[in-house]
């Protein structure tokens, strides 16, 4: 089978490996895609501590081919989303059982579960609630699914915010209540509009870029609530914590690292997408062969117009 291993910076080999046999608890799953995350950008740059060769790919989505001995939950030709910690941009995956959640008749290609837990688990930290104010900074892919996750917690105000003018469309047409282009307007003075001066309850960061950190004081109340929700890589961030004091906001590091926290989320984010709560057929607008792959990662790192998240598919 093909494997997709990143050799050093910018390099990229497709290598030949004997198909995996599954352990018992285990299934083999022939992958159909693979999302890029942003978050591996580092170490395709050769930002990384981590020695090469590196074997990425953790977004996988695929069909059952083989199940181990001790596998009763799953059958051959289920239609899976998949979570691994590497190797997804390959032909073949011999995973647990318990870390493949059912598709249905959700498109394999966007079948991304592992991105939905990263979404679900931040909303669900955020204590999202009836008739809130709420501000998603950032209109990307995962500023996409928060969006989508916050509205079904039935707010009273969903207001997103980015400075390009396709994403802030974007956000509109998933739903948003109020779109703001910053390029355009303040967005502490349509927060502050629509509050009547109190600012919003929640705000959720999901650029990982320093500009908006710096503007989540302006828009949240006294008391109310600011989550980091975007991957900050890329060295170390500035905040105005005296502000931030001064204001008691409760700070939420909206990322998870236990295993049964990031299935759980997996479990939810699929349920949702597989009952037609939660959508993202319009949110993967690039898809490349895995002879591809280094054109995959150059166009999420390049966002061109009307980009929100490239796959490959394996």
């Not at 906001?249 to 236990?258: D, G, P």
Request: glycine fraction near 10%.
């Amino acid at each position: 089978m093909k494997v997709a291993v990143l050799k050093a910076p910018f390099e990229f080999e497709l290598i030949d490996e004997p198909i995996p046999t599954p352990a018992p608890n285990e299934v083999l799953v022939r992958v159909v895609a693979c999302g890029v995350c942003a978050g591996e950008l580092d170490a395709w740059r050769g930002h990384t501590d981590a020695p090469y060769p590196v074997y990425p790919g953790h977004e996988a989505s695929g069909v059952i081919e083989q199940v181990g001995d001790h596998v009763s939950t799953m059958s051959v030709g289920d239609r899976v989303a998949v979570w691994t910690t590497e190797r997804g941009f390959s032909e073949y995956l011999a995973v647990p059982a318990d870390h493949c959640l059912p598709a249905g008749d959700v498109p394999l290609d966007v079948a991304l579960a592992e991105p939905l837990a990263c979404a679900v688990n931040a909303v669900d930290l955020a204590d999202v609630r009836l008739g809130d104010d709420v501000v998603v900074v950032g209109a990307g892919f995962m500023g996409n699914l928060v969006q989508q996750l916050v509205a079904l917690r039935g707010v009273r105000h969903l207001i997103v915010a980015d400075s390009r003018p396709d994403a802030v469309e974007r956000a509109r047409t998933l739903g948003a209540s109020h779109v703001v282009d910053v390029g355009v307007e303040s967005l502490p003075a349509v927060v502050a509009d629509l509050t009547e001066g109190q600012g919003a309850d929640i705000s959720l960061e999901v650029t990982g870029v320093q500009g908006p950190l710096a503007m989540l004081g302006d828009i949240t109340r006294m008391g109310g609530k600011i989550g980091i929700v975007g991957f900050h890589q890329g060295g170390s961030r500035e905040v105005p914590l005296g502000q931030w004091n001064w204001m008691a906001f409760h700070l939420i590091n909206a990322h998870v690292r236990e295993v049964s926290s990031i299935l759980r989320g997996m479990s939810v984010g699929m349920r949702l997408l597989r009952g037609g709560r939660l959508s993202m057929d319009a949110l993967v607008t690039h898809r490349f062969e895995l002879a591809d792959i280094e054109r995959a990662f150059q166009t999420t790192r390049d966002k061109p117009a009307g980009f929100v998240k490239a796959t490959v598919t394996c």
